[in-house]
């Protein structure tokens, strides 16, 4: 969230200072869920894939003819000179290109990236004639073919974990017909290793791998909606687990008596009290779930948006419905992470999981929504939205009379912006040239945007400035706002934490990557730090920044990106920009800690940070 002085809601008054100044893939072969570090194990980051970019000759690959690596014109390589071109010949052809790689042991983390570019003569926007197949081992990652043809490179991203100790061959097999050439051009492999040895089980997050399903309709204004959700899930931890909790965040928007959100006729297990606020529900299973065992939960669930340009609220015609929906709480080594609701920040912490979400709306309402979304004709004067998101830490929609318009990023990221009455089309048009501009910077720092379409919401009425969701933002017409909210795409969506906890880990890094993606240096911005007291620090929980909530942007967002800068200038540009590339794609759908990413940071540079991680109060 990027914040903005607030304006008084049902008359509560929170306020907050202005600002400082100011990664892909297709679905991974293995989403096992992250885990906290081990205290003891030690694992050596490494890269595996030798002369990934092509730059050293054709040594150690192996290609099916001479021409497949290679500098010659007609092509471009992504970096450096040489790339390798399979087919693109127009006539009956296969190129293969192979290499033998040792993953391994020790590590929690493995990744495989390239970036690929495909360009065709095929014209037809339905049938796949030339394919390009990514394989590891026997298993096959991906299949590429003429319908994914772009202007550029975009980089895909492998979670290749489950292969660790062994020696595979990374394989890339191109098939061309008869007729009308499809290159498809390699560039830049690497298979990345990083994160410590598994910590025992006890410590693991769960549950693990949840898919939520969904159908809801909604009243005729789109302010109400009432159906049913399930959620399916895995205990990945050694220890039984004998009960669940869902989160009802939004239930802080209203009281305990008139909750916004409301679960009833639980299968699956019996609903306990609500707690924390009414913001937690405790569901005891129906048995205890042993380690790899899964099981389904489900209930009826009731939304009621209250009135207000909230992150969840309406606004006149125009309903804004973020953290609605019950998600399942995170069990660790610390035990149930059952934290408050903060207006301030965020506490929304949760493991990325599926989401399919069906909408049943009146046709006048037009339904942005996480995720990729389809819709289809339903009863009279209605239409039913079906979004489907993958991976991704929450569900957010909206439903209202929005104007909406579209376009395609230079790498091939679809953008809607959707705007309330009163956005004048010069302000939605700009918003979305940025959208595209910020989509594509984020990607070619830290990976390769993975969620397919991106929405953004804009209504200056916002008192919270901006807000993100995965795939899903709501903003005000502002350049800035939405190009932070677009990098929470990656520290907080695609790079998850502990918001409630660790809100630095997001706020800092994605004030950080707006910097850069507008040029800022951050030179100098250390020198303006004036700490408030001794106990303040950029790692500060919100519990902290809710009691100091007129520090909060000031040290978290300024102090927090000033000290990324100049980790920057101790490590040099082109490490750091190395480190944040790597750190992401090691905790792509993961959860990273202040711990991961100080011992990533050491990593990469042969300096002390000791005395850096003191001066800048980064603890943990």
């Not at 990976?447 to 919401?457: I, N, S, T």
Request: glycine share 8%.
């Amino acid at each position: 969230m990027r914040p903005t002085p607030r304006k008084a809601i049902a008359a509560r008054v929170l306020a907050v200072a202005a600002l400082a100044a100011a990664f892909l893939p297709s679905t991974p072969v293995a989403a096992a869920p992250h885990t906290a570090p081990a205290a003891a194990a030690a694992c050596t980051p490494a890269q595996v894939v030798a002369n990934g970019g092509f730059e050293s000759g054709t040594s150690p690959w192996t290609q099916s003819s001479s021409s497949v690596i290679t500098s010659r014109s007609g092509q471009t390589a992504h970096g450096g000179g040489s790339f390798a071109w399979l087919d693109g010949t127009g006539g009956t052809r296969t190129d293969t290109l192979s290499q033998s790689v040792t993953i391994p042991a020790g590590c929690s983390s493995a990744s495989l990236t390239f970036w690929l570019h495909i360009d065709t003569a095929e014209t037809t926007s339905s049938t796949a004639y030339d394919k390009l197949t990514a394989k590891i081992g026997s298993t096959t990652l991906a299949t590429y073919s003429n319908l994914n043809k772009a202007s550029g490179y975009a980089q895909k991203s492998f979670d290749v974990s489950a292969f660790a100790g062994q020696t595979v061959t990374v394989a890339f097999t191109g098939t061309e017909d008869s007729s009308l050439q499809t290159s498809f051009v390699l560039d830049d492999i690497a298979l990345n290793t990083s994160g410590d040895t598994a910590p025992p089980a006890d410590g693991t997050r769960t549950p693990a791998a949840p898919a939520y399903t969904v159908s809801l309709s909604s009243n005729t204004a789109g302010t109400v909606w009432t159906g049913h959700e399930s959620a399916t899930f895995t205990n990945a931890s050694a220890t039984a687990l004998g009960e669940v909790y869902l989160r009802l965040w939004d239930n802080y928007h209203g009281t305990c008596s008139a909750p916004p959100i409301t679960v009833s006729n639980v299968t699956g297990g019996t609903a306990g009290a609500l707690s924390v606020a009414c913001t937690a529900l405790k569901i005891t299973l129906a048995s205890p779930l042993a380690q790899g065992q899964s099981t389904t939960i489900g209930f009826d669930l009731g939304i009621t948006v209250p009135s207000g340009a909230d992150r969840f609220g309406y606004d006149g015609a125009f309903s804004f419905i973020g953290n609605a929906l019950p998600v399942l709480a995170v069990k660790d080594a610390a035990g149930w992470h059952l934290d408050p609701y903060t207006n301030n920040g965020e506490s929304f912490y949760s493991l990325a999981a599926d989401f399919k979400v069906t909408l049943d709306h009146p046709t006048s309402l037009l339904v942005p929504a996480t995720g990729t979304s389809v819709d289809t004709p339903g009863s009279s004067g209605r239409t039913v939205t079906t979004a489907t998101a993958s991976k991704v830490r929450d569900f957010a929609w909206a439903a209202g009379p929005f104007s909406k318009i579209s376009g395609t990023s230079p790498a091939g990221t679809t953008v809607n912006v959707y705007s309330v009455s009163g956005i004048s089309s010069a302000n939605a048009q700009s918003m979305l040239t940025t959208a595209k501009s910020a989509v594509d910077a984020h990607a070619a720092r830290f990976g390769a945007y993975p969620y397919g379409e991106l929405d953004a919401v804009i209504d200056n009425n916002f008192w919270f400035g901006g807000m993100e969701y995965p795939g899903f933002v709501l903003d005000l017409v502002s350049t800035t706002a939405l190009t932070h909210e677009i990098a929470h795409q990656w520290f907080y969506g695609i790079v998850g934490d502990d918001e409630y906890n660790n809100p630095w880990l997001d706020e800092s890094f994605t004030d950080y990557a707006t910097d850069l993606a507008q040029n800022k240096t951050g030179a100098n911005c250390w020198n303006s730090v004036s700490w408030a007291s001794s106990a303040e620090k950029i790692t500060n929980s919100m519990a902290y920044w809710d009691a100091h909530s007129s520090r909060y942007s000031t040290v978290v967002y300024g102090y927090g990106k000033c000290a990324l800068h100049d980790l920057r200038r101790v490590l040099g540009d082109t490490a750091m920009a190395k480190l944040l590339k790597d750190y992401a794609t090691s905790h792509w759908y993961g959860v990273s800690t202040t711990a991961e990413f100080k011992a990533a940071a050491q990593a990469a540079t042969t300096t002390d940070l000791t005395s850096f991680w003191t001066t800048h109060r980064i603890e943990g």
